[in-house]
Each structure stands twice: as C-alpha cells, then as structure tokens.
C-alpha cells in the first residue's frame, strides 16, 4: 500500500489566509497587534501616498520621471506646458494608470519588539498556521500574546502586492532583509511550497538611521530618544491594492483610537501614526481616558470564590452645598450612604455572584458561573444634559464637551487582552440592551430606590478578558466578534448586575433629595393657595356685605340705621370667622384640585398593566362562551356510555376513551376556574372603594384559589376573628396582594426539595388601632440572594431565572404588593424565619 501526502495549492492558502482580514484597516490592526506581542513600546504607521488618485495635472518633468509606458503614456496628453489626463479614456488604460500609480503609494508599519533572527523568520515567519503563540502565549515582558493562528503575514498580502521587512533582533549586531512578491500566489498550478521570499543578512543595520532619515519630516520621530529603535522591525508595504484617500487615512486613525489599549490598562505601548504628504496631520493615537464623571466603578470578577468586587466613585454631588443645606438628610443614615463616605467620595462593596444576578446557589449554576472566567470592568457614568437641576446638589459641566467625548469614546467596550473586540460598543451598538432596560424603568434617578436604569449614551467602560481566564468566551473565526453561546450570555448578566450596583446606589442618593424637594414643593405650593384663598375669600365676602346692603330697603330709615350700626358693632368678631371659614372652603378646593392632578400622573404609569385588564374584557363574551363549552363534557360522557355496546365496554378503546373524557373533565374545571376568577377580577365592582370586612374578603380569597392550590396539594388556612370594622379600599387592591404572595408561594413550593404539608396561613387582628396581617408559608423562603429584605419591593427585581441566568420573572409583583401598601397608607415588612417566608402588613384604622 503506497502513502501519499495531501498538498496545498498556493491560491487555497492564500485565501484561508485573506478570509480573516476583510478591509485593509483590519489588516493594519493585526501588524500594529504584531508589534505589542513582540514587547513593543513604541508602533508607527506612516502613509505614504502621493497618488491617492491618479493625477490630473502633471508637469513635464514629473511626467518624465514617472517613466510611464507608451501604453500609458497615451492616457494624456500635452497642453500649454503640462500634462494633463484626457477625458472619456479607455477603461483598460485607467485601470491600468490606477494600478501604476498606486504602486508609487507606500505604507509603513514599524516598531521597536524583540525583532526576529534568521531562525525565527525561517521557522516561524515562514511557516503559515504556526502554532507557536498558542503554545507560548505569554512574552518576554509578561503580555498575553493576541495572534495564534498564524496567518496573519496574509495582512501585508490584503495591503499590497510587494512587501519589504528590515528587522533586528535583540540579540546580535546583523540585521535581516526579507522581500515578498505576493503576486506568486496568482500564478495558476503551484503549490505552496513553490512560493518562494528572499531573505538577505545586512550588517550593522541601524532601523533607527532608516527611520530617522525617511521619516524626518513628520514631527514626533525627531522627539524621539536616540536609540529607542535599536532593535524591532520595519516593513514597507508596496504595490498597494486600495485608494488611499485622505479619509481612509483618517479612519485608520480612529480605528487605532478604539482598538489600541487604553491609557486606563496603563500598557507601556505607544502608538504613532504619520502621514508624509501631509507631516502635521496625526502624531499620537490618543485612547480613551475619562477625567471628568459622575460615577465610576471598576469591578472584579472571581470566578474562583464567585465573588464581585466594586470600587465606587462618586463625584456627582456638589459636597459644599450638600453639607450647607442637606447635611440634615442624612442625620442617622448609614454606610455607605452616610454624609462621611459621601465626602470621602470612594468606598468597596464585595457580593457574591449570586446576589449581584439574584440567582441561587446549585452546583451547576456555579460550574455556569466558573466557566465564564476572571475579568475586570471599569465603567463611568457620564451624564451630558442636566434634567432638574435644581431638585439635586449636582455639579455643573461642559454639556458639549461631555457629548464630543461620548461620541468619541463612550460605549462598553471589550478588549481581549488589551485589544478591543468589535462591534462591542461602537456607536449605535447597545449589546447590553442599556436603552431597553432604560425604557421599562422611565423613573426619575431620585424618585424611587432601586427603580432608575441608566440609558445606553450616557455610559463608558473597559471590559478587560483574556484568552487565558475566559477560554469559554470565544472569538469568532474572523475575529469581528465573540461567539454568543451560554457563557457569553451569562457574562453579559453579570455585567448587566454590576450595573445595576452602580444605579441602585445613585437612585438610594438621590432619593433623600427628590423627597426632601417635593415636601417643600407640596409646602410652597400649599401656602400659595393659602395666600390666593385669603385674597379670595377678601372679595367674596366684600361681596357678599355689598349685595346684602343693596337688598336692604330701609337705608334711610334712622331706626333701621341704628339698628345696622348695633349689629355690626355685635358681628365684628364674627367677621374673622367668617372670612377664616370662607378661607377654608376655598382653600380645600385648590388642594382638592392639586390631588386630582397627582393622581393623574399616576394613572398614566399604571395604563400599561390596565391595558391587561382591557383585553381581557375585550374577550369576556369569549370567556363565557369557553365555561359554557366545558359544561357540556358531562353530556359528552353521558352520550358516550350510551352509544358503547357491552363488547366496546370491555375494550381497551373504551378505557381510553374514559380516561381522555376524564382528563377533559378536569382540564374543563382548571379552565373554568380561571375563566370565573378572570371574569371576576375584571368586575366593576371591584374597581369602587368600598366597606371590605377581612374575614368575608379573606374566605372569598380561599374559595378561588382552592381549585388551583388542591392540585398542588396546598393548603390555604385564613384564621378568622371576629371584629367590627371595615376597611374601606379597592378589592382589586387587595387581590393584587395576596395574588401576588400565592403566586409567590406556589413557586416556592415547587422548588422544594423535601416531601412536606405545603401550607400558606393568613392571619389578621386588629391590635393598637391598626390592621395587622400576617401572611406565612413553609416553602423554600426568601432567596438568600436577597440579603437586604427590601430589595424585594424594587421594580424589576426578580430572582426567578432559566438556565442562563436569564430573568422570566417580571419583577413587578412584590413591587406592586408594597405600591398598593403604600398607597393605602400602609406598612410592609419582611419578617425573619427559620422555616419559609413570613410577611407582615399594618393598615391604620380610620376613627369614625
């Protein structure tokens, strides 16, 4: 049997090569990246492009030192002294005037590495898909190596059709030239071993000569040490295959701008990037750096003990107008909330992964979580337009300033090992879904703990991962993004819950503020009514004395004169009280007014769920149409056993048949049940404050939901006292309480582990001139994720997670329990228990 060998065509391996770098500024990207992986501290990348078009206008001496062909030549012709390109030309000459004239154009990528030997170049330079960097992924100066497929020489290919490289290793006086004719690859039948570069050893090659002699005209080489080219690589890039406008140029810079490592990484990797033509365009790359926030946090991801770790910032607050005219606020607030961390500005919090996703402990959701990898996040919230200003101590900026700046550098970004992974941040791409989060939550940042989210353009940050701790989050093969399995999706969530640190912590700020204003607000606006109901009742009780004397008929009457004058001498302390009365009356109505409106603006937020409850209306005669339906199944069974003979009876189809009639019969009630509570729920009635006695309210509660908790084999005990008080408020409200704590309930129960009586007790009493109720079941309790209680009652807030982490809870229900509480002038607390979830509720009882 004879062994054969598989070979490569040249052209194959040329375009394996090519697919990975699909624009030249992606090209130039990986060379730059070459030059940090060599331990460079200084990269230039210097245009040469004196044709960016072909020319229109030559003079007779740079037209005969282009040395054009007689071909070419014939695309101009000679006018008053010049050359100039004639009109209409032949297609087959312009292409191959474009195709001259861009050979004239030059780019060059330098840098001052480790540089290669002969070996080196020989060995590995040459030897396409190397593996050499995945293997030894860490250099000399302890950088993670960003190549390691080995196919990134193919760049200087997509650039050009020559390249020449100058190179001298850190070791040694000699130096190497090595020249590349990439055309070879378009030659029809070689393989890649017919492809041959010529490599020359130079003697006392000096890159810092060559560059400071080329490159003298641009101004930040000649500001450079003697020297600091002493070892490293030069490569000029030929023959090339794009137009190189000045806008291409441009956008190579900015390009470099978002992908080099920012100054944050503090990486001693400088880059530079020149254009000859134009020596003062350019010079350093400037990355990005914030010195001007609100807020910035730089987070610790341990995916060892499955730890965050955050530094906060805070450098919102004006600190000399909040000691002088809120330091009262914060009378008895703890940290890090406290007027002292305030001024010290920085403080650390540490969480488990667990409670910053609001996930519980399992062991395979920490093998998840492990698998996602250590990384570091450093985030700033740069707010650029003021709303309310006056409501918040906030320090004043530069609105337009504060916008260049986002629209250069704002957006999360990721870099890979000091290098950005695209498209992660760049403008428009909101990968974290900020400005959705920001749309579910419009809430002001003061005007509810927890309830605030922050919008997709008012943000930066720097996600710092690895290929060595994050193997999991994986580079797509073109490297333009990373693939989006579980992992990724998990390491978006803990991001996102980082986040949320940073927003639960400016809304629990600010808070104390907006309260502190609306108060005085409610005070300035109640005393203005105060003052125009004084006016009013003024006027009207000028009125009112004016029409009583012009209806008096005896005016002139001396005896009713007198008589006038005794009784307004008896009324004038009456007068006051009068006017005082009038004052009242007036007054309430104002108010009465100015309730009418606050309500409004709260309908408006609760429109949304309304909406729910419309639709269902909508379908009611639906609904009714489906109970009646499931009625008929009896009649259905009893036809059955009519029309089945005695022989169909002792058949298995027969037994079938009952089974499925029963389980239609049981299906049939479950519906039945949730269409007669729907249909219910919905009532006008329910919708009218009303006298609601507990026990009856409570026994009423229990009739419908005993259907869907016997199934669950869930006992619901409602203890019964016997007082005489009603409570007036909506029925509806009620329901949306304790349907939200069943429903609550019964989810815990299903995550119970153990075989136990499932039990959920509501107990009330009136105790102290309140209403006390007592809700408690033995289910699993609440998520230790949930180490401050009252993170419960947050919008949004949800620990109910699929496998990914992902959230498939609304997050609404308990924040609406303790909304209706509150609106009922009510109290909510979580209490402590050792075995499931306890819950306490005090209404106050109004004085008849």
């Known amino acids: 049997m004879t062994q054969i060998s598989f070979s490569v065509s040249a052209r194959t391996a040329r375009l394996i090569g090519q697919e990975n770098f699909t624009n030249a500024e992606g090209a130039i990207i990986e060379l730059v990246k070459n030059g940090y992986d060599a331990d460079a501290k200084l990269c230039l990348v210097i245009f040469d492009i004196p044709f960016p078009n072909i020319p229109e206008v030559l003079s007779i001496k740079e037209f005969d030192s282009l040395e054009l062909e007689p071909p070419l030549k014939k695309g101009f012709h000679f006018e008053n002294t010049i050359f100039k390109i004639k009109e209409n030309l032949d297609q087959e000459i312009l292409a191959e005037l474009k195709s001259f004239f861009y050979k004239k154009n030059s780019i060059y990528i330098i840098d001052n590495g480790d540089g290669m030997d002969d070996i080196t170049i020989e060995n590995h330079w040459m030897t396409i898909g190397t593996g050499n960097k995945e293997k030894d992924y860490i250099s000399q100066d302890g950088r993670v190596k960003t190549g390691a497929k080995g196919i990134g020489r193919f760049a200087l290919d997509r650039l050009g059709a020559l390249t020449r490289l100058w190179t001298r290793p850190k070791k040694g006086e000699n130096g190497y030239k090595w020249i590349m004719d990439w055309q070879q690859f378009e030659a029809p039948g070689l393989i890649l071993s017919d492809i041959k570069a010529s490599l020359l050893s130079e003697e006392n090659l000096s890159l810092d000569r060559i560059i400071r002699k080329k490159f003298s005209l641009l101004p930040f080489v000649n500001n450079f040490g003697q020297d600091i080219f002493e070892k490293g690589t030069l490569i000029q890039i030929k023959n090339l295959r794009d137009n190189w406008s000045q806008r291409e140029i441009q956008n190579v810079y900015k390009s470099l701008e978002a992908l ?6 503090r990486i001693p990797f400088r880059v530079f990037q020149g254009d000859i033509q134009n020596p003062k365009s350019f010079g350093e790359v400037e990355t990005a750096f914030f010195n001007e926030y609100d807020y910035k946090c730089f987070a610790r991801y341990n995916s060892t003990d499955l730890t965050v770790t955050i530094d906060i910032e805070r450098n919102e607050l004006e600190m000399s107008t909040v000691k002088a005219r809120f330091k ?12 002292k961390t305030l001024e010290e500005k920085e403080f650390t919090i540490k969480k488990t992964v667990n409670q910053i996703l609001k996930w519980s402990k399992n062991k395979e959701n920490e093998e998840r979580l492990r698998e996602v990898g250590d990384f570091d996040f450093t985030f700033y919230f740069i707010k650029n337009n003021i709303s309310r200003k006056e409501d918040y101590p906030i320090k004043s900026f530069n609105s337009s300033e504060r916008t260049s700046v986002l629209n250069r550098f704002g957006g999360i970004k990721i870099y890979r090992d000091s290098f950005r992974v695209r498209p992660y941040g760049d403008p428009g791409n909101d990968w974290l879904d900020l400005g959705r989060r920001a749309s579910k939550s419009p809430a002001g940042p003061g005007q509810r703990i927890g309830d605030w989210r922050v919008g997709s353009n008012q943000v930066a940050g720097i996600i710092n991962i690895s290929r060595i701790h994050n193997e999991q989050i994986i580079d797509k093969s073109d490297r333009g993004a990373l693939v989006e399995n579980l992992t990724f999706t998990l390491f978006k969530n803990i991001i996102t819950g980082i986040i949320h640190e940073f927003e639960y912590d400016r809304t629990k700020i600010l808070n104390p503020f907006y309260l502190f204003n609306e108060e005085e607000k409610k005070r300035v606006e109640q005393e203005r009514i105060r003052q125009e109901a004084i006016i009013l009742a003024e006027k009207l009780y000028e009125a009112r004395i004016v029409k009583e ?13 007198q008589q006038k004058t005794n009784s307004n001498q008896k009324n004038t302390n009456s007068n006051t009280e009068q006017k005082e009365e009038f004052r009242k009356i007036i007054e309430d ?11 409004d603006a709260e309908i408006a937020q609760v429109r949304n769920l309304a909406s729910l409850g419309l639709i269902l209306s909508s379908f009611a005669h639906e609904l009714r149409g489906l109970k009646n339906n499931i009625n008929e199944i009896p009649q259905l069974e009893a036809i059955f056993e009519k029309i089945a003979s005695p022989e169909l009876k002792s058949s298995y189809s027969y037994k079938d048949g009952k089974n499925i009639i029963e389980l239609l019969k049981s299906d049939g009630e479950k519906i039945e049940h949730w269409v007669d509570y729907s249909l219910t729920a919905i009532k006008k009635d329910k919708r009218k404050r009303t006298n609601l006695n507990f026990n009856e309210y409570f026994l009423s509660l229990k009739k419908n939901w005993n259907k869907v908790l016997q199934e669950r084999n869930i006992y619901l005990n409602t203890i019964e006292h016997k007082y005489n008080y009603n409570f007036r408020a909506f029925e509806i ?16 129960f ?3 582990s153990e075989i136990i009586a499932r039990e959920i007790t509501i107990d009330h009493k009136i105790e102290d001139n309140k209403i006390k109720i007592l809700y408690s079941d033995n289910g699993t309790g609440l998520p230790d994720v949930f ?27 308990m924040y609406l329990v303790k909304g209706v509480v509150d609106d009922n002038n009510g109290i909510i607390e979580v209490l402590d228990s050792k075995k499931g979830f306890k819950l306490k509720i005090e209404f106050p009882t109004r004085i008849k």
Not at 733 to 748: A, R
Not at 792 to 810: C, Q, V
Request: negative net charge.
């Open 589 to 599: 109505s104002f108010q009465q007014f100015r309730t009418d409106d606050e309500k």
């Open 260 to 265: 080099i490592p920012p100054k944050e990484l």
């Open 733 to 748: 409200d009620m329901n949306t309480i304790f349907g939200n704590l069943i429903s609550n309930s019964i989810d815990s």
């Open 750 to 752: 299903n995550n119970l």
């Open 328 to 339: 009262h606020l914060f009378d008895d607030v703890v940290e890090p909330y406290d007027l």
């Open 549 to 561: 004397e012009k209806s008096n008929h005896f005016d002139n009457d001396p005896n009713f004169s």
């Open 787 to 813: 180490t401050n209680k009252e993170d419960i009652f947050l919008a949004f807030t949800t620990s109910k997670k699929d496998k990914n982490g992902m959230d498939i809870g609304t997050g609404l229900g």
